[in-house]
């Protein structure tokens, strides 16, 4: 079945570090893509989408482009920030809000 | 504009009480849905719900649990006689539309089993 595989965390890095997080999907068409953010103590936030194949979301210095051919959509940003730290979760969907799949997350911790 | 609404944010229970939670959708939306967090694990669907109807409760467990959303008021999750492995996030979300793209999700409710 459809299913979501993201990189196991926690991932530590140093404030203004290069930041990684791969995401790779299974589906058997073309769902939409997302990223979405969890702070502690908070619920999920949309960080970013992508709804088609090349296409490149963006947001807060995050980006991920979603790649048909490798079926994965990394998050990525230059340079990290303490603020930063919190679990991120990739997700997919079809269009359906009552079918979105998520990953099982990654903690991401900054040091200063 | 208010976002998605929930309480309480934090819930202890024995085994073998009941617990409810609550979300207020927020304005102008009329689909709701509850998704569950375990411990270390990504979200997963629960009940999707409109006013007065429920649409899609493939991911509720069997036993126990129950959802509503009554005409009046916030949705409510219920889960009747709490075990241990009930202590999850339990995170409700609205949209105006049953679409991926407009969901917003609410800050959750911890519940603890003791």
């Known amino acids: 079945g459809d299913s979501v595989t993201q990189m196991e965390g926690p991932v530590t890095l140093s404030e203004e570090a290069f930041l990684t997080i791969n995401c790779t999907y299974t589906?058997?068409?073309?769902?939409?893509l997302f990223w979405y953010v969890q702070y502690p103590g908070e619920g999920l936030q949309l960080l970013l989408k992508?709804?088609?194949?090349?296409d490149k979301g963006s947001n807060k210095g995050f980006e991920a482009t979603y790649r048909k051919e490798t079926t994965s959509f990394h998050l990525e940003k230059g340079s990290v920030q303490v603020s930063d730290s919190a679990v991120y979760f990739c997700?997919?969907?079809?269009?359906?809000?009552?079918?979105?799949?998520f990953g099982s997350g990654t903690r991401l911790s900054i040091r200063p | 504009n208010a976002g998605v609404m929930q309480n309480p944010r934090h819930l202890v229970r024995r085994r073998g009480q009941e617990a409810r939670l609550r979300c207020s959708p927020m304005?102008?939306?009329?689909?709701v849905y509850w998704y569950r967090q375990l411990p270390e694990e990504g979200l997963k669907f629960m009940v999707y719900?409109?006013?007065?109807?429920?649409?899609?409760e493939s991911g509720m467990p069997k036993e126990r649990f129950s959802a509503e959303f009554p005409k009046e008021g916030p949705s409510i999750l219920r889960i009747q006689q709490v075990v241990r492995g009930d202590s999850a996030a339990y995170f409700c979300?609205?949209?105006?539309?049953?679409?991926?793209?407009?969901?917003?999700f609410g800050e959750g409710s911890w519940l603890t089993v003791v």
């Open positions: 304005k102008g939306h009329s689909h």
């Open positions: 979300a609205s949209s105006p539309e049953n679409s991926g793209n407009t969901i917003y």
């Open positions: 992508a709804t088609k194949a090349d």
């Open positions: 719900l409109q006013k007065e109807n429920i649409i899609d």
């Open positions: 589906a058997t068409g073309y769902p939409s």
């Open positions: 997700a997919q969907t079809y269009s359906s809000a009552s079918k979105i799949i």
